[in-house]
């Protein structure tokens, strides 16, 4: 039974450490110029298949021909009506005003998520395996997921009404739009969160319960 409960709790804290790197790393897209944090966007449209400009948690970039030319400055809980040029592929009009208290919810929702699943890898690790503090950590993650899984939901639904709008404004087929890859890193964390849970639980119903000897008392 010991045995069985320190593995899921093994288990367990590597899934919430690969939720919290992904996290971590969507966190940091589009803040700084390195390749690989550019290429974290929510939504990309993308303009006579070569012009597109992708969308971020933190500001949207622009580029040409899979090359990212610009990013606007790093703002918290940034408005995806408010980018530079926008114009060029959507009207703004029709975006302006409309999602700002959306992207205000999924920047919070984001940084409770990841604070969550830190305090579930943190608590876990640092701490004596015993039925509390894995009740605690399996707490955490299951909220986190939570989070996570309406901050999923709001993402979707805003990349895919910022799309058909851009679609729909040009009748001519030159705008196409498609999925960002920090969405699908959410979708993982997701599931790395999900994992933890479960082994989380596992963990403490495999785990003995303390025995009392009364002689000694």
Request: glycine share 6%.
């Amino acid at each position: 039974m010991a045995f069985w409960a320190s593995f899921f709790k093994y288990l367990a804290s590597i899934f919430a450490f690969a939720a919290l790197l992904l996290q971590f790393f969507t966190l940091l897209g589009n803040t700084y110029n390195v390749r690989f944090l550019r290429d974290m966007y929510f939504a990309r449209l993308t303009k006579n298949s070569h012009d597109f400009i992708d969308f971020g948690l933190w500001g949207a970039c622009y580029g040409s021909n899979n090359t990212i030319t610009y990013c606007n400055t790093p703002k918290p809980a940034f408005d995806w009506s408010k980018a530079d040029g926008l114009d060029e592929f959507v009207s703004t009009l029709s975006l302006e005003g409309h999602y700002s208290k959306v992207f205000l919810a999924e920047f919070i929702l984001y940084w409770c998520g990841f604070a969550l699943t830190l305090f579930a890898f943190i608590f876990s690790v640092s701490t004596h395996y015993n039925r509390v503090t894995d009740s605690l950590a399996a707490l955490a993650t299951s909220v986190a997921f939570l989070v996570l899984a309406a901050l999923f939901v709001m993402l979707i639904v805003v990349a895919y009404r910022v799309i058909h709008t851009a679609i729909s404004s040009f009748d001519n087929g030159l705008i196409h739009g498609s999925i960002g890859s920090a969405t699908w890193m959410t979708l993982g964390a997701m599931a790395g969160l999900l994992f933890a849970t479960i082994y989380y639980c596992l963990g403490c119903l495999f785990r003995a319960r303390r025995k009392v000897n009364y002689d000694k008392i």
